[in-house]
């Protein structure tokens, strides 16, 4: 089992651009989040996917983000119009049920220029 | 508001002593409460879980202990070495025994000197 698996690494962006961080997560997993960690404010909810659905995306700001778990493939978080703010490490997690250790990606590193 | 805290200050022990890190809560009630490790560009690593009704756990040289009228966990690591030179952090289930409500303190730096 290889874990849960983000990529990129290391994005840069420049200020306007779009941001897509993706995950896949555990096999056998159906329960994705995501979350956000700044230096000096840890890790912050964003949102919880499974399967199709977004079960809740109260920590995830209503404009510019979005995020989807399709049947096939990986979870995707998507900024649009990024801006210096939105510099930070995006984890995603999953678990294979809710209660339960969530498994945690090594994350992607995004720079906005 | 809910708040979590931990250990600010990072901890300095000598090889083979008890290192013990502190968490305290409040305005919660949680289900349960998780201990992460974080080693430095990485992503979080589970290492317990202890539910409300639960007063200790252990896994290894690791001791966790929950005190729900102090709202208090204290992580233990007993015979440390080197390797447990890390990050840890505390978090809370705010949403009754559901992960997407996790509370996350900002964690404690632990350093294990040979």
């Known amino acids: 089992n290889a874990g849960v698996m983000q990529n990129p690494r290391h994005l840069v962006r420049r200020r306007g651009q779009e941001a897509r961080l993706r995950c896949s997560p555990m096999?056998?997993?159906?329960?994705v989040y995501w979350y956000r960690q700044l230096p000096e404010e840890g890790l912050k909810f964003m949102v919880y996917?499974?399967?199709?659905?977004?079960?809740?995306e109260s920590g995830m700001p209503k404009e510019r983000f979005s995020a989807e778990f399709p049947k096939e493939g990986p979870s995707i978080l998507r900024i649009q119009q990024v801006v210096r703010g939105d510099s930070a490490a995006y984890f995603c997690a999953s678990s294979p049920t809710d209660g339960t250790e969530a498994f945690f990606g090594q994350g992607t590193r995004l720079t906005v220029v | 508001s809910q708040k979590i805290e931990q250990n600010s200050e990072a901890l300095n022990i000598q090889e083979g002593k008890t290192a013990t890190l502190t968490c305290n809560y409040t305005n919660y009630s949680p289900a349960y409460l998780q201990w992460y490790r974080q080693d430095p560009g990485r992503g979080p690593v589970f290492l317990l879980l202890i539910r409300e009704n639960e007063k200790e756990k252990r896994k290894e040289r690791l001791k966790v202990t929950f005190d729900t009228t102090l709202k208090q966990s204290l992580f233990h690591i007993t015979a440390s070495q080197p390797a447990d030179s890390a990050t840890y952090l505390c978090a809370l289930d705010a949403s009754g025994g559901n992960n997407r409500k996790l509370i996350w303190g900002l964690g404690t730096s632990l350093a294990v000197n040979p």
């Open positions: 096999k056998g997993h159906s329960h």
């Open positions: 996917l499974q399967k199709e659905n977004i079960i809740d």
